[in-house]
């Protein structure tokens, strides 16, 4: 038990046994249908708007910790691209294991019209085999949408934004996920941290929720895509990176 003035242990989500069918690490997306992704806050970052590498805290519906996903990155595009860097996202279980990667490489904004410099990130699960893709659709600066693909580069769901969809207001922006026939099957939502975090800060929440019985290789690469959607959106910093 911690103590009092002391934070408590997280609670990590039992390991489920593993599925023969199941890339390893991802046994415990068999059991889930919504996650909850929290930023944590950089002191360093509040205090001298040096911009930090981003950490995330992955839970369940029951407040239990399925992963922790840490930004790797050079410090010089931190600084100068912002949220346009090239990153790893290196996801890890409850042993350290890393169990999924998410690869964005360099890319301009939203409202870049040439294909191959639109933002993308790949997903790979385990590290080393992709399992899709997320890509940027068409050429949008208010309204663009978001490409689930698989690993043969096949569209699987398609992802719009809202007009409240940049953090510019007390609002909880909605990313409705849906098939190529307009059926939605799951949703990304921004999640209002309060006035002194929003403004401050550039730690985020969100929540997604997706069918229990979708593959879990389509779950991480929903995942993807809801990290996909902070950096673009969401990140920025007091140096003018938005």
Same mark, same amino acid.
């Given at each position: ?47 001298? *708007?040096?911009?930090?590498? =981003? $950490? ?27 949220p346009n860097r090239a990153f790893k996202m290196s996801i890890v279980d409850n042993v350290g294991k890393e169990v999924m990667t998410l690869h964005r490489p360099l890319r301009c904004g939203a409202c870049c019209c040439c294909e191959s410099w639109r933002p993308h ?13 997320? $890509? ?41 996920? $849906? ?25 985020? =929440?969100? *929540? ?10 389509? $779950? ?23």
């Open positions: 038990m911690a103590q009092k003035g002391q934070k408590a242990p997280a609670e990590w989500m039992p390991l489920p046994e593993y599925s023969g069918n199941c890339p390893p690490g991802l046994e415990y997306l068999t059991q889930i249908d919504q996650l909850l992704v929290h930023q944590q806050i950089e002191l360093l970052e509040i205090l001298t *708007g040096w911009e930090q590498a =981003n $950490k995330y805290v992955v839970k369940n519906s029951v407040g239990q910790q399925v992963y922790f996903a840490a930004e790797v990155s050079g410090c010089a595009q931190r600084q100068c691209c912002g990130m790949e997903v790979q699960a385990p590290p080393g085999n992709t399992v899709g893709y997320v $890509k940027s659709e068409g050429c949008g600066c208010i309204h663009p949408t978001f490409l689930v693909l698989d690993l043969d580069m096949k569209p699987i769901f398609r992802i719009s934004t809202p007009v409240c969809g940049v953090g510019c207001c007390q609002c909880e922006p909605k990313y409705p996920v $849906k098939t190529l026939d307009n059926q939605q099957i799951g949703l990304i939502q921004k999640q209002w941290s309060g006035i002194t975090k929003e403004l401050f800060t550039d730690a985020d =929440n969100f *929540g997604i929720v997706f069918p229990m019985d979708l593959d879990v290789k389509m $779950k991480a690469c929903l995942l993807g895509a809801l990290f996909l959607i902070d950096y673009m959106f969401f990140e920025h910093s007091d140096n003018g990176n938005h």
